[in-house]
């Protein structure tokens, strides 16, 4: 399997530094699908410990001379992140026990105030997450388990009727396994696949049992969730590429739903999931190919050109000015972020034209694309207000709370008739509120005008 | 949240690993995994090796062998064979008291 072009995850100070050793070390040994999660995992940690050094910082054989600086930058960021989730903790705590304090003294029987709490404690348990690595990890997310079930149990058991709540806690608990027995090393990921298979067809195989109409759907997914299974395997024993395994899957998927289809009483239907998924099949192609413009080189390098260009303009003619923050790295690095936010760009566009072509094919059922794809268009609204306003935080939590609300107040009105927007208006208003009130962007702004008025007093 | 990688003074196993893999002599890092499989049985992945590697250069326990081959080998620095001299007799010194709390118990 090819993994050369996840290199481009890297930051560009480790990849001027390691890349080349590292490309020697993927094309020496054959790489399998856990090396696809342990090469993004490096990723990402490099992205946090090494993405704002400038070219070369991380120079060969650095040792002490060049250790100071990186050391003390990645601590910096790591420092800064780590007051983000304090932050978060401790509105956690003020706002929860603000709402339950009101929910006492207005309806003391009726706790509403449980559900904020809850959906909070997950959000702060994901949070969290972010922060640490191995076994930690792996108690965050026994964590969000116990949170997320005992959620679900406690909404069942109090509206009554069948306990469904055992489903997801059944569904939740294998993959916690799983992530056990990767953490403590008992197998690696092509074996702790195998088991997680067999727990999940034995939930299946329960489910079927239990409710006789659900029998033909647990027969399928078990069909295809097992090719995905073989096709993991194939990856792990030999140098198979991402993409001629991604097209046997779908082979192998869609002959299933074909058969599954013809022994079927209905009228074919098994040409719709192959329709979307051949389109993803086509866009993965594309990128693999070169045939997308913003994966190549040479989109990178005209960009590059474009936005020094621009940096020259903006510091004027003096040829030794300071560059003003438009060094070649943070060049690489915008590039970068512009990169990515084409590619979120075009994934949605995809995403969009198979939504439609498969909702107008089933139109009966009403306007259900408009269901994921509200969501996603905020995601990528939020993606390109930070992108393009030079990663202003204040400027992207802005645009989630207008598009969130946009889209809660329309689900309203037409569902329901326009009597609960207001809730979750007014609690996402007091977010945006704190979070303007203490922004880094706010509290600048604040100082300059202070010394802007002693300098006032003082002439 | 407490911080479980580990400071300059503590290693991370994939960190103590990659010492103790070196300490025989240089290697590059198709090398490190092998003899880090054998030794210890464990599978190192390429991301896990590269970003401990990373960290211990900048750190200041390895160094980059000068290299024409495409292939780096790495080497301890007088500094991480300190170190690592270090880790591995608190180690022993544990593994000691363990076993002989056993044997009275």
Redesign the interface.
Known sequence: MKTTWLLRLFPQA?RD??E???????E??P?SV??LV??????G??QI??RQLPAGA?A?????G??PQ??RRSAER?VRW?MG?YANALLFLIVNLALFGINLVTTPGEWWAIFPLWGWAMFLTLH?AT??????LLATHLALFAILNSGLAWINLSTGGDLWFQWPLAATATLLIGHALLAY?VT?YLGVHVIVYGLAMAQLGATAWVYPDAREGALSAGMSWGIVLLAHALSRFSRISLLSLHTLVFLGVGAQLLVQDLLGDDDLWFYYQLLGWGVVLAAHFAVSRGLVPWFGDEWEQRKRDELTRLARLEAGPAEDAPDGGHSPDLIAARVRELRLLHLHAFAFSVGLGVGVVLNLLTLSVGPWVLWPLWPWSALLAVHAAYVLSRRSLIGAHLVLFVTLNAGLIAIDVIYSGANWFYWPLGGTAILFLLHLAFDRDTLRAIRDWESRRVAAMME | ?????GG?NRFTDAGLLILISLADGSK???AM?SDIQEIAN??M???????A???L????LI??VPSN????PYQL?P?GRAQLRVQLAAMEGLATTGFQRMETA
């Open positions: 480790w530094r390691y080349e050793e590292f490309r020697a070390l993927l020496e040994r790489a856990g090396d342990d090469i993004t995992a490096a990723a940690d490099a410990r090494y991380l060969a054989g650095g040792g002490s060049s250790a990186p050391a790591r780590m989730f969290a922060l640490v690595r191995g076994r930690a090393g690696g | 949240m407490p911080d479980t990688s300059s590059h890092g198709y995994i464990v599978k992945g390429p991301g896990t090796l590269y970003a590697l990373t960290r250069e900048q750190e200041g160094e980059a081959d495409r292939r780096r620095s500094n």
